[in-house]
């Protein structure tokens, strides 16, 4: 079983920044894809952005790119969402997931461990 941490959410003006983290308690951390997803009041939960575990390629939402950066720290078990120029509509609970398989997919049902989540609130 592995679980997963959040940390870094908060309220922040439009245009600013975050750093989302995520420390996950396992000691084969670098053999999980991880992918950040987040969730709107009254919406489904949707794919922010993934980086395998083999390469480290990283995925992103049409959304969310230019903007934010997905990046790992096998060393510390810990994964990282930085997003910068954000808007309101970014606005959510956002979670970290974790698979231990290479691919990165998109949809939230190929994940296996979830964290608690985080809120993210951006002021117009």
């Known amino acids: 079983q592995v679980q997963l941490v959040e940390s870094g959410g908060g309220l922040v003006q439009a245009g600013g920044s975050l750093r989302l983290s995520c420390a996950a308690s396992?000691?084969?951390?670098?053999?999980?894809?991880m992918a950040w997803f987040r969730q709107g009041i009254g919406e489904e939960r949707e794919f922010v952005a993934a980086i395998s575990w083999s390469d480290s390629s990283t995925r992103y939402a049409d959304s969310v790119k230019g903007r934010f950066t997905i990046s790992r720290d096998n060393a510390k078990n810990t994964v990282y969402l930085q997003m910068n120029s954000l808007k309101p509509e970014d606005t959510a609970v956002y979670y970290c997931?974790?698979?231990?398989?290479?691919?990165?997919?998109?949809?939230?049902?190929?994940?296996?461990?979830w964290g608690q989540g985080t809120q993210v609130t951006v002021s117009s």
């Open positions: 396992t000691r084969t951390f670098s053999m999980y894809t």
């Open positions: 997931a974790a698979r231990p398989r290479r691919a990165a997919p998109l949809t939230r049902y190929e994940y296996d461990y």
